[in-house]
């Protein structure tokens, strides 16, 4: 999940060329139909502000942490 990702690693994620961060323009239909995930929204420079990364408000979809299970 993206909140549990150390904040460096996303950094050089969004710095790779090879890689493309998608926004899901449906993330509330995801979210809405399949229970499990989560709607996470970047917000601009959230990640650098120097560099204004990423250059817009991303919406990302990702499974729910259950902390019950992850304590076990």
């Known amino acids: 999940m993206g909140d549990s990702a150390p904040t460096e690693t996303l950094r050089a994620l969004l710095r790779a060329p090879a890689v493309q961060i998608y926004s899901y323009t449906q993330a509330d239909a995801y ?3 399949h229970s ?3 709607k996470i929204v970047v ?8 560099k204004d990364l990423p250059l ?3 919406v990302l979809i990702g499974p729910t942490v259950n902390s019950s299970r992850a304590a076990a």
């Open 56 to 58: 817009e408000d991303v």
């Open 43 to 50: 917000p601009e420079g959230a990640i650098d502000f120097g």
């Open 31 to 33: 979210v809405r139909r």
């Open 36 to 38: 499990y995930l989560n």
